[in-house]
Every structure is written in C-alpha cells, then in structure tokens.
C-alpha cells in the first residue's frame, strides 16, 4: 500500500498545492480501493454461485443415475428374456451376456464414484472459504475509509489554519483599535469616533477587526464563546457587576482597555485595578 502522509507529519509549511496535490493522490488511491472491494465482493457472488451449484449436486446427481441404471437393468434384462424378437440394432448394442453388462456397470460405478470424489475432493480447495472473503472485504474497505479520512483531514488543516490566522489578525485589530482610542472621553451613550461608553467602545473595536458586535452591552456578553478569565486571550471582551453594566477590551497580561465613567477617558489599566467591580464573565466573540 502506498505511503500515507498523515497530518502529524505536517510541519505547518506545505504550500496549499501540495496539500491539493496530496489529496488529489489519496483520492485516487481511495477510488482504487473501491474498486479492489467491489472485485471482492463479485468474486464472493461468484464464488457463492459456484458452491450453490457444486458438491451439495453431486447426491443429486448420483441419484439421477442411479435411477437411470435401474431403468436400463430392468429395460436389460427384459431384453435378453425376449432376445429373439429385439429388433437387430437393439440387439447389437447390448453385451452378449448379463455377465458382459454387470461388468460394465461395475466399470461404469468406479468412474463415477472417482468423479464424484473428485468434485468434492477439489471445490473446496480451489474456492476461498466465507470468512477469506469476508477478511478481503474488510481490509479493502477499511483501506478505503483510511484514505478518505486523511484526504478530509487534510483538506481540513488549511481551512483551519487559515480560520485562526484571521481570528489572530482580528484579535490583534481589535486591540490596536481600543488602545488607539486612549485619551478619548467616556460620552453616555457614544459609539465613536470622538467619544464612548463601555460598550460602544468594545463594538467599534470589534467592528474595526471586521466582526459585528451588537450594541447593547448584554447582547454582547452572548456573542461568543464564554472563557475563564485565566484563558482570557487579546480581544476578548470583560464584562462587569452581577447585571453585566460594564465592558472592557482585554489586552493580555491582566490588563484591559475600557471607558469607565462619565468624566474619565478611555484608558489601559489592570482588570483588577483598585475599585474594579467584579468580573462577571470573559466572552471571546465569535
């Protein structure tokens, strides 16, 4: 079978054609499994055929011609009792004695019986028993599952990568944008680009990085995936008090960026600061 490059051999650097390429190979392979498994599974039907129609015959016709010896016996020894009123060509084909005929039945029984033997002595030889056939079929198509998995996974990885590549550059747009907007004042209500409140602060970020955040502050706590704070990666969003009324950008290290209050501005400061309320939740939005 042919080498396998499984995604753990990846080193993260294959061009998007090489993984095309391999993919493409594996797909053939996987179709030339299809096939080996298809051929195996008319060879089991063919095979079946055979055995149908092979030595559970031979009693069968052993009976046939038995029954058949019986009726020339009987049609035989009718003829050598009225010998002399046979029409000349029966008579010509019939041994000249009952001893000549028994003789050759005898003979006749010996051949048979070796044919017989014989059937039953090499079918079973020459077919593959069930279970072969069923290891054949198994095999073929666990070859084939394996092939298109990895073809799948591989398929997967770019796509993948390429997912959190763009979450990384949002992360990081959304954090230039918040810290570019320190020394700004916080404005009740505001969503830029002079002013903010909490979370129109965290929507502009947010919608700088290409992603839509609504903008109520508690339909933002259900915008994304819920994180401990001791996961909290840049970009994720902080939410405050028990009714969830504040909101910050956390830009790594304990520290985040959020328009705290009516006559303060927007600035970068430790989630657990002096006076912070207690954090609520971490939301990494979708």
């Avoid at 014989?118 to 069923?134: F, G, I, K």
Wanted: without cysteine; hydrophobic residues 35%; proline residues 6%.
């Amino acid at each position: 079978m042919a080498g396998i490059w499984t995604p753990a051999a990846d080193d993260g650097d294959r061009s998007l054609g090489e993984v095309e390429r391999k993919v493409d190979d594996l797909y053939r392979q996987a179709e030339s499994g299809t096939e080996t498994y298809n051929a195996t599974r008319e060879r089991a039907a063919r095979q079946r055929g055979r055995v149908d129609t092979g030595p559970e015959d031979v009693p069968k016709l052993a009976r046939t011609l038995n029954s058949a010896r019986e009726r020339l016996g009987s049609f035989t020894a009718a003829q050598y009792r009225t010998r002399a009123s046979a029409p000349d060509a029966s008579a010509f084909l019939l041994p000249d004695t009952p001893q000549d005929y028994f003789e050759q039945a005898q003979l006749m029984s010996r051949l048979t019986s070796r044919q017989k033997n014989a059937v039953r002595h090499e079918t079973p030889e020459s077919l593959p028993t069930p279970a072969d056939t069923q290891s054949d079929l198994r095999t073929a198509k666990a070859t084939v599952q394996k092939k298109l998995s990895t073809a799948r996974e591989l398929l997967a990885r770019p796509t993948a990568r390429k997912h959190q590549e763009a979450t990384a550059l949002a992360r990081q747009q959304a954090v230039a944008f918040a810290r570019a907007q320190v020394g700004k004042p916080y404005v009740w209500g505001a969503a830029g680009p002079g002013s903010y409140d909490s979370s129109g602060l965290t929507q502009a970020a947010w919608k700088a990085a290409g992603v839509t955040l609504p903008r109520v502050i508690t339909d933002q706590a259900n915008a994304g995936t819920t994180v401990s704070l001791a996961d909290a990666q840049p970009g994720d969003l902080v939410f405050f008090h028990e009714d969830i009324t504040h909101v910050g950008v956390y830009v790594g290290d304990g520290t985040m960026i959020h328009a705290p209050k009516p006559g303060a501005y927007v600035r970068e400061e430790p989630v657990h600061h002096d006076g912070a309320a207690t954090v609520h939740s971490v939301v990494r939005p979708a």
